[in-house]
């Protein structure tokens, strides 16, 4: 069974550009979380999706971001106009279940979309 | 607001010899859960362990151990037997038991460098 798929694995980019993330969850999975974690920082957690409806998008930083889950399978996340400070590995999870955990819905990650804003 | 701290940024440990990784957290809930997360290089992300906080029985899993001090809000992970593919980033993360959904809060991690 595939995993949890991002894309790109590395993107670099101007300040002022556009960039767009994409994450495959599992196939089935309803729930999809975007964190982000900055060089040295915590991983942050930015929004959750349950299918194509935003459950929570309390940790989306400002309207330069933004995300879509059309149809409740994959999902992109947009930066428009990336600043300096977007730079950061930005991770997808998906689970199964309302709570996550091992047995009840364990949070599976996809490797990271590493972002660099020069 | 939860937050998870972990105070070592990187440590490192002789193969088959055993390391213990150090995190404490703050809240004001009772009812909550506690992970591991380890990263391996250019790899996802794996659970490794979880802690349900009214469970006073240590989680094991395999060589992965936990030492939970509830009253302490402490933390650490156990790793014994080192292998070098125990190689990767370690978070340590937070979860409060709610019937809906609610995120993880994650620690800054620990680097994890298992020496031949």
């Known amino acids: 069974e595939a995993g949890v798929t991002q894309f790109p694995s590395h993107s670099v980019i101007e300040k002022g550009q556009t960039v767009t993330l994409r994450c495959d969850p599992i196939s089935g999975h309803d729930n999809l979380y975007w964190y982000r974690r900055v060089m040295g920082k915590e991983i942050k957690f930015l929004l959750h999706f349950v299918k194509e409806s935003k459950q929570d998008e309390s940790g989306m930083p400002n309207n330069r971001f933004l995300a879509e889950r059309t149809g409740g399978t994959y999902s992109t996340l947009k930066v428009q106009p990336a600043e300096l400070e977007d730079s950061g590995v930005y991770f997808c999870a998906s689970s199964q279940h309302k709570l996550a955990g091992v047995g009840t819905g364990e949070l599976f990650f996809g490797e990271g979309s590493r972002l660099t804003v020069l | 607001a939860q937050t998870v701290t972990q105070s070592q940024p990187e440590m490192s440990v002789q193969e088959a010899e055993t390391v213990t990784l150090s995190c404490t957290y703050d809240?004001?809930?009772?009812?909550?859960?506690l992970f591991w997360y380890k990263q391996p290089p250019s790899r996802q992300m794996i659970l490794v362990i979880r802690q349900e906080a009214y469970k006073q029985q240590n989680a094991t899993e395999n060589r992965f151990s936990v030492n939970f001090q509830k009253a302490a809000k402490s933390f650490s992970l156990k790793i014994s037997d080192s292998q070098l593919g125990d190689t990767a980033m370690y978070f340590c993360a937070f979860m409060k038991l709610y019937s809906g959904n609610t995120p993880l809060v994650f620690g800054k991690g620990t680097r994890l460098s298992v020496i031949a």
């Open positions: 809240t004001s809930e009772n009812n909550y859960y």
